[in-house]
């Protein structure tokens, strides 16, 4: 079973942070959520989200995929906290997957980790002139190689089952959306 670990910062986007919760657990993924300290998390829209764990004691373990909620200023916490930048050149070094949404590209291009690549981000949240190096585009998703980014809360769904397909496929995939009833 994949392993992904969900970083749950102050003012994280609470839509973004329960929908890729909820529907990578649909897929039987074994996700963890940190929170960042010791606090119960307050997210921007004032919903208060508890952590499965602190930060601190999952450093050590191996996920298959780091997945960054965005939301203001939960992004900015992630950005100017060492521990995820840490672990997120170790997870890119290592070839494993790394996912961004909304705001929290802009904490994969301040890491150097965008480099060369293209990406997406919710629009205003991060400016291009500060990244030359990216590839900056609007689409919905991005998957560029181990690195996967979209746009905001309204891409939150599909964002969250291209995360299901790239770890378990596309079968996976389509299980948990026809479950969702999305569709007629």
Sequence with gaps: MPSVLV?????CEELEAVTIIDLLRRAAIDVVTAGLDNRPVTASRGTLLIADTRLDDVIGRTFDMIVLPGGLPGADHL????RIIALLRSQHAAGRYIAAICAAPKVLAGAGLLDGRSATAYPGSVDPAAFPR???????IVVDSTIVTSRGPGTAMDFALQLIELLLGRESRDQVERGLARTL
């Design 7 to 11: 970083p749950l910062a102050q003012g």
């Design 79 to 82: 950005a100017a906290d060492p």
């Design 134 to 140: 990216v590839d900056f585009t609007d689409a919905a």
